[in-house]
């Protein structure tokens, strides 16, 4: 195990290279199994969870190779189930009930139980699957699906907080080999099941209307293997975006399609963030932004991304005045606030809604990251901070963000990695 | 081993080659009488533990399944510790979620109810 200490309060500046998406891989990693020929997958980020997503996939039979941003991955003869733990472990192996179901007509995975975020259920994931066909059984935890055939229907992928994403890819993947047309309403509209469509769609699938709400699948008999590149991170995009602007500092990312940050650019250009666009950079002019305070929600795609609320906050404490976001995906996801109020920072909450008074100067403190994304917040706001801060948790981090530390010390970051000690409970002191 | 007198030397010399250390290496060479009996029971030691650790390899297919028995394998054993090597970070995890089912399956068996412990590596 180990924990970071960072010497905050450096001068940032520099280019950031972004990886390929996270969530996007995982997707793409699980819906490869859907042919028997071979999926390569480039641009892939070399992350914890991808690997063990590609391990998770080793254990039901697949060929499965990784090496500088390239995974291959064969699923000629495919059996068994994905463990309790893999899918306790990492939520996104439930994007495997679909393949699965679709490839092997019957699947007994565990239900994935609680998250820190939230309550994520997969009620909408087994209402899709049950409209294509399947008989559905939950049992002792595990939820067992089967289909003798799959046959097309209509299905709405809507629920309270909007449409679930790994909800739309399970019936997309389903829907591919299922017999005639399946129409999805409400289908989600994030980038990376865009991408995942475009992917099916090199691998023989028919899919009308990528991007949109609705989409039409027509069935096939088979997929076939392919080749495809994955769309860049725009989660990590968003984050070095916003600790440019929260450190006043110049950042080069590489250039990203806007169409990919959804609301974030032009939300915060309109408030005041001044961003170019030189060559193959994004350029963030974080010295010359002039923000004013902001009321911001979270929303489904094209909206704020409930993945950069926490990132957001940590900027909020930089901006003179009161900066509110209310968080409508997960509402209870906050747990990062309590660790920036131990730094300092001004910040109330009201129900869902977190209030943050800038500007403040953040001091170092001792942190523990609760989850991925408050990982970024709390690395974020350590820099800011003056002084020494000590973040314990870093694996959170590691398992969505390549090469965090390097990129960070690349543009002026002073931190360091340590191995923690343990006591004899094997906890961290 | 039939018993027999050896000078302090000789017995170093014979402790050395048998790989015999500490409390059984002093009593070698304080007990000349016993330098059969040290060397019997440091053979016999790891004839049986060698045996154990075979036991255990032959029976762990059918302990933890086909699939889990693909990516591991019984690697070592000392005293009450099995140490198993696991070539897959999903299979890792499983085992030691079904820790105790195991340790519960090695108790069964006369052979193998010694084990108290896992340890894991990865390979």
């Keep these: 195990m180990y924990c970071v200490r960072v010497d905050g309060g450096h001068a940032l500046g520099g280019q950031v290279a972004i990886s390929g998406s996270k969530n996007a891989g995982l997707l793409a990693l699980a819906a490869s199994i859907l042919a028997d020929e071979a999926v390569i997958l480039h641009h892939v980020p070399d992350l914890k969870d991808t690997r063990f997503m590609g391990q998770i996939l080793e254990t039901l039979g697949c060929e499965f190779s990784f090496q500088t941003g390239t995974a291959r991955i064969r699923a000629r003869e495919i059996s068994g189930n994905p463990f309790y733990e893999c899918v306790r472990q990492m939520r996104a192996s439930v994007c495997l009930l679909g393949p699965l179901v679709a490839r092997l007509k019957q699947v007994r995975m565990p239900l994935p139980g609680g998250c820190i975020i939230g309550q994520r259920p997969i009620d909408l994931h087994l209402h899709g699957l049950k409209a294509l066909g399947c008989e559905i059984f939950i049992q002792n935890g595990f939820v067992s699906a089967s289909a003798d055939h799959l046959i097309g229907a209509t299905i709405s992928m809507g629920g309270p907080f909007g449409s679930t994403v790994t909800g739309t890819v399970n019936v997309i993947c389903a829907a591919t080999l299922a017999k005639g047309a399946t129409v999805i309403r409400n289908a989600a509209r994030e980038p990376e099941v865009v991408d995942l469509c475009r992917m099916l769609t090199k691998m023989g699938a028919k899919i009308d209307g990528i991007g949109e709400s609705t989409l039409t699948i027509e069935g096939v008999d088979q997929l076939h293997g392919a080749c495809h590149e994955l769309i860049p991170d725009r989660i990590e995009f968003g984050t070095f975006l916003l600790l440019a602007l929260a450190g006043r500092c110049e950042l080069k990312l590489s250039k990203m399609s806007l169409p990919l940050c959804g609301a974030l650019v032009d939300t915060l250009a309109t408030n005041g963030a001044v961003f170019e666009e030189i060559g193959d950079f994004f350029v963030v002019h974080g010295s010359r932004s002039n923000l004013r305070p902001m009321r911001l929600e979270t929303f489904p795609f094209p909206g704020l991304p409930t993945d950069l609320q926490a990132p957001l906050c940590t900027l909020f404490t930089q901006i003179s005045g009161a900066s509110s976001i209310v968080e409508h995906i997960y509402p209870n996801r906050f747990a990062h606030i309590v660790e920036l109020q131990r730094m300092g920072a001004v910040i109330s909450m009201d129900g869902p809604r977190a209030i943050i008074r800038g500007v403040t100067q953040l001091s170092g403190a001792k942190m523990v990251i609760p989850d991925l994304r408050a990982g970024a917040c709390l690395y974020m706001a350590a820099l800011l901070a003056n002084g020494e801060s000590l973040i314990h948790g870093v694996h959170h981090v590691d398992r969505g963000y390549e090469n965090f530390d390097e990129k960070l010390k690349k543009i002026g970051a002073v931190l360091q990695r340590e191995e923690v000690e343990r006591t004899n409970g094997g906890k961290e002191i | ?123």
Excluded: H, Y
Aim: hydrophobic share 45%.
């Design chain 2, 1 to 123: 081993m039939a018993a027999k007198k050896f000078n302090i030397g000789q017995r170093r010399l014979m402790a050395d080659f048998c790989g015999i250390g500490g409390a059984d290496m002093t009593t070698m060479v304080r007990m000349p009488q016993a330098l059969g009996l040290v060397v019997s029971k440091a053979i016999r030691n790891a004839a049986q533990g060698s045996s154990r650790l075979k036991s255990i390899q032959n029976s762990w297919r059918g302990i933890v399944g086909e699939k889990i028995a693909s990516f591991s394998k019984a690697k070592s054993l000392t005293q009450t510790t099995l140490t198993i090597e696991v070539t897959n970070r999903a299979v890792l995890q499983e085992l030691k979620f079904n820790e105790q089912k195991i340790l519960d399956a090695l108790a069964k068996n006369a052979q193998t109810r010694f084990v108290k412990k896992l340890a894991f590596s990865q390979k």
